[in-house]
T-cell receptor, first 117, second 110 residues
Framework: DAGVTQSPTHLIKTRGQQVTLRCSPK?????VSWYQQALGQGPQFIFQYYEEEERQRGNFPDRFSGHQFPNYSSELNVNALLLGDSALYLC????????????????FGPGTRLTVL | EDQVTQSPEALRLQEGESSSLNCSYTVSGLRGLFWYRQDPGKGPEFLFT???AGEEKEKERLKATLTKKESFLHITAPKPEDSATYLC???????????FGTGTRLKVLA
């Protein structure tokens, strides 16, 4: 069973550039969440996609945007990169947001390490 | 404001020395409390989900418990391979947002 996959593994960009990160959810999962994890910190919630729509959003500026495709895969786009955007970007997948407790468990991918110079 | 606090920030144990990690949460309704293990440079690995006060779950040397204000991750007779950062996260009711703590960095010495 393929787990959550992310690409690329590492990425180096310069300030002001734009970046796109990609995520394929665990087989059978339909919900994708994105997180930013700075060194030594816990993951910070960026947003969540379900049924191709942004369902929830954390405290991130509009420079961070995303998309979910019909096959449930997802992209995270960051425009006008800042030095502070350097972090590990994590994608997590889960099965819907229904009332059954097992639906809320998230499984994380290995992350994309973004370095902004 | 929803908040999750973990303590201690770092913990060094001798192999076989049992201990507990704490996760305190203040959220507007708890849907679930999650524990993850994260190795350096990798994504978090799911360990446990707890849904109601009094609930306990075990896996090998790990046992997670939940009260109305905090959760504990008990590590019994740890081994060096248990060295990692342990993260807890609260899933809030209604908003479906996961609020993570900053983690406890555990080092188990042989």
């Amino acid at each position: 069973d393929a787990g959550v996959t992310q690409s690329p593994t590492h990425l180096i960009k310069t300030r002001g550039q734009q970046v796109t990160l990609r995520c394929s959810p665990k087989s059978g999962h339909d919900t994708v969440s994105w997180y930013q994890q700075a060194l030594g910190q816990g993951p910070q919630f960026i947003f969540q996609y379900y049924e191709e729509e942004e369902r929830q959003r954390g405290n991130f500026p509009d420079r961070f945007s995303g998309h979910q495709f019909p096959n449930y895969s997802s992209e995270l786009n960051v425009n006008a990169l800042l030095l502070g955007d350097s972090a590990l970007y994590l994608c997590a997948s889960s099965l819907g947001t229904g009332v059954l407790s097992s639906y809320n468990e998230q499984f994380f991918g290995p992350g994309t390490r973004l370095t902004v110079l | 404001e929803d908040q999750v606090t973990q303590s201690p920030e770092a913990l060094r144990l001798q192999e076989g020395e049992s201990s507990s990690l704490n996760c305190s949460y203040t959220v507007s309704g708890l849907r679930g409390l999650f524990w993850y293990r994260q190795d350096p440079g990798k994504g978090p690995e799911f360990l446990f989900t707890l849904y109601s006060a009094g609930e306990e779950k075990e896996k090998e040397r790990l046992k997670a418990t939940l009260t109305k204000k905090e959760s504990f991750l008990h590590i019994t007779a740890p081994k060096p391979e248990d060295s990692a950062t342990y993260l807890c996260a609260a899933l809030t009711s209604g908003t479906y947002k996961y609020i993570f703590g900053t983690g406890t960095r555990l080092k188990v010495l042989a």
